[in-house]
């Protein structure tokens, strides 16, 4: 006998810090809650990324709501591994019902609720929050030849340290703060080239975690943001490459040969790997069924509720969906505002 449906007031997509974050004041509300983590543990996306990823700012200042993340025992700004320990104290300090794993392959309309159809049966929800990210949606460019390189591809998520790249040629494509950090530690092993779009710009050595979600605020609002100062946190690692001459970027090429990459005027350069640190997309897959993307790709929303369905709720997938949502202390701040907001919505049902 098929087992039927399982019944829950909110659903939450996705154990990561925006899915925490949500979770810490559904608790709080006494809802009636779950959250589906399609990893086997905790630590959402900080758990793949590469060894020596920094945050951009002091513990204190990269914490979700309720719990301060203690300082790394080596000082400095907190790493991917202190992330994830941290994400995973806090969820079971706070006891939320994470189901793991448990991936989401489809949310659709039901009746009086959402349908979500997971690898071990189906949830009927009378909201959703999906808060998985970005991470799972690697961005690369498309350049003439780009399948035609003899020479080995990787993206951000595939980097896992500089030593399979020492003594190579390498080119890192991409003026953003992944970019820098990356090239900051490859550098120290091959021989680099950078290529960006635009000149890149690093902020200010005193600006870090502690400005960046209040100039986010800013921008939202339609004041100055982030890229009017700069676009690259110079965290210890980038500041040392800086100091080294490691910083200069070439502007960004027209193709890529089977030996190396080329620009407009002609000029080539070999190398033996092309690692892309250009981004990601969000990872709504599992919204398709509702049929709800608008220009551009992105699902309107209105705070984090959608547009064009009501009983969905977006987190922590970038500006779009609320200020610097996509960082710890940004996702803190989107998830009280989006469960009050679901807390009235339940109570006037």
Same mark, same amino acid.
């Given at each position: 006998?098929?087992?039927?449906?399982?019944?829950?007031?909110?659903?939450?997509?996705?154990?990561?810090?925006?899915?925490?974050?949500?979770?810490?004041?559904?608790?709080?509300?006494?809802?009636?809650?779950?959250?589906?983590?399609?990893?086997?543990?905790?630590?959402?996306?900080?758990?793949?990324?590469?060894?020596?990823?920094?945050?951009?700012?002091?513990?204190?200042?990269?914490?979700?709501?309720?719990?301060?993340?203690?300082?790394?025992?080596?000082?400095?700004?907190?790493?991917?591994?202190?992330?994830?320990?941290?994400?995973?104290?806090?969820?079971?300090?706070?006891?939320?019902?994470?189901?793991?794993?448990?991936?989401?392959?489809?949310?659709?309309?039901?009746?009086?609720?959402?349908?979500?159809?997971?690898?071990?049966?189906?949830?009927?929800?009378?909201?959703?929050?999906?808060?998985?990210? /970005?991470?799972? %949606? &690697?961005?690369?460019? @498309?350049?003439?030849?780009? $399948?035609?390189?003899?020479?080995?591809? !990787?993206?951000? +998520?595939?980097?896992?340290?500089?030593?399979?790249?020492?003594?190579?040629?390498?080119?890192?494509?991409?003026?953003?703060?992944?970019?820098?950090?990356?090239?900051?530690?490859?550098?120290?092993?091959?021989?680099?080239?950078?290529?960006?779009?635009?000149?890149?710009?690093?902020?200010?050595?005193?600006?870090?975690?502690?400005?960046?979600?209040?100039?986010?605020?800013?921008?939202?609002?339609?004041?100055?943001?982030?890229?009017?100062?700069?676009?690259?946190?110079?965290?210890?690692?980038?500041?040392?490459?800086?100091?080294?001459?490691?910083?200069?970027?070439?502007?960004?090429?027209?193709?890529?040969?089977?030996?190396?990459?080329?620009?407009?005027?002609?000029?080539?350069?070999?190398?033996?790997?092309?690692?892309?640190? /250009?981004?990601? %997309? &969000?990872?709504?897959? @599992?919204?398709?069924?509702? $049929?709800?993307?608008?220009?551009?790709? !992105?699902?309107? +929303?209105?705070?984090?509720?959608?547009?064009?369905?009501?009983?969905?709720?977006?987190?922590?997938?970038?500006?779009?969906?609320?200020?610097?949502?996509?960082?710890?202390?940004?996702?803190?701040?989107?998830?009280?505002?989006?469960?009050?907001?679901?807390?009235?919505?339940?109570?006037?049902?």
């Amino acid at each position: 006998m098929t087992e039927g449906p399982r019944e829950v007031d909110v659903l939450v997509i996705g154990g990561g810090q925006a899915g925490l974050a949500a979770g810490y004041y559904l608790r709080r509300a006494k809802a009636d809650f779950v959250i589906l983590d399609a990893q086997d543990r905790p630590g959402g996306a900080w758990q793949h990324a590469w060894p020596s990823l920094r945050l951009f700012s002091p513990a204190q200042y990269s914490s979700l709501p309720g719990r301060m993340m203690p300082a790394p025992s080596g000082g400095g700004y907190p790493g991917a591994e202190d992330t994830v320990a941290y994400l995973g104290d806090y969820e079971r300090r706070y006891e939320l019902p994470v189901i793991r794993p448990a991936t989401v392959h489809a949310v659709r309309r039901g009746d009086e609720r959402l349908l979500v159809e997971t690898g071990a049966g189906t949830w009927r929800a009378r909201v959703v929050i999906s808060a998985t990210g /970005t991470w799972w %949606r &690697p961005y690369v460019p @498309h350049h003439p030849g780009i $399948r035609d390189f003899r020479g080995r591809q !990787l993206h951000t +998520v595939n980097y896992q340290g500089p030593e399979p790249l020492r003594g190579k040629r390498v080119v890192i494509v991409g003026g953003a703060n992944s970019g820098a950090q990356i090239l900051a530690e490859v550098s120290t092993v091959a021989d680099t080239t950078w290529v960006t779009r635009r000149p890149p710009r690093l902020l200010p050595d005193e600006v870090d975690g502690r400005a960046l979600f209040a100039l986010a605020t800013r921008r939202t609002e339609g004041g100055a943001g982030i890229g009017d100062l700069g676009d690259i946190v110079a965290v210890p690692p980038v500041r040392e490459a800086r100091d080294r001459g490691v910083l200069k970027a070439e502007p960004m090429f027209s193709r890529i040969t089977r030996e190396g990459i080329a620009w407009p005027d002609g000029t080539s350069l070999p190398c033996d790997a092309i690692i892309w640190c /250009t981004g990601f %997309r &969000p990872a709504l897959g @599992h919204l398709a069924p509702l $049929r709800l993307r608008g220009p551009g790709g !992105l699902i309107p +929303v209105d705070g984090a509720r959608v547009v064009g369905e009501p009983r969905l709720h977006l987190l922590g997938y970038g500006d779009w969906t609320g200020p610097a949502s996509a960082t710890l202390i940004g996702a803190g701040r989107t998830a009280r505002a989006a469960v009050a907001d679901i807390m009235t919505q339940l109570q006037a049902d």
